[in-house]
């Protein structure tokens, strides 16, 4: 992993544009910019704005072979896009839209353009347990665990190597 990191980064850091380029490897039938844009914004060392090596692979180790609270603790960093502990309604669909663009022509059946937004209309008010307008991380940890699909769907982070 680290040649493949230095062939890709030979400075030893990625700033989010090469970031992007490498993501997008992953997904050539869709656009994986914005999915990378979140995904990084996860994990990038916060006062360079760029990630290395060791952080890469710590990152990668908590959402592959973490905790369930690891993996939930990524997954409401990857929704809370503005960092303030809460995920609006807002968010919620900038990032299941990235996640529809990354897919592109893969998805089966295709995807239509309002898809992004029934999904969120269907799951938001379930997770915001309290109606306030936005989801805590108790109330996305809430919502998981009371759905063993969902449970599994986040176990399954660990196939990721």
């Known amino acids: 992993m680290y040649r493949g990191f230095k062939q ?11 970031f992007k380029n490498i993501f997008s490897q ?11 844009h979140f995904v990084f914004n996860t994990v990038k060392h916060k006062q360079t704005g760029k990630l290395n090596f060791e ?14 609270q690891e993996k939930l603790s990524w997954v409401f960093a990857l929704y809370d ?4 502990g809460r995920i609006s309604r807002s968010e919620m669909l900038a990032v299941v839209r990235a996640v529809y663009e990354l897919l592109g022509r893969a998805a089966a059946p295709p ?16 997770m915001d347990t309290n109606a306030d307008g936005v989801v ?16 599994r769907s986040l176990d399954t982070l660990d196939t990721v190597l």
């Open 81 to 84: 896009v503005d960092g303030d």
């Open 55 to 68: 952080e890469f692979l710590d990152t990668l180790s908590r959402v592959a072979r973490g905790s369930r």
């Open 136 to 151: 805590t991380p108790d109330e996305l940890a809430r919502w998981m665990t009371r759905d063993p699909a969902l449970l």
């Open 111 to 126: 995807i239509h353009k309002a898809a992004a937004e029934d999904h969120v209309d269907r799951i938001f008010h379930l």
């Open 26 to 36: 992953f997904f050539p039938l869709g656009d994986a910019t914005q999915y990378a």
């Open 8 to 18: 890709e980064c030979p400075t030893g850091v990625v700033d989010e544009e090469a």
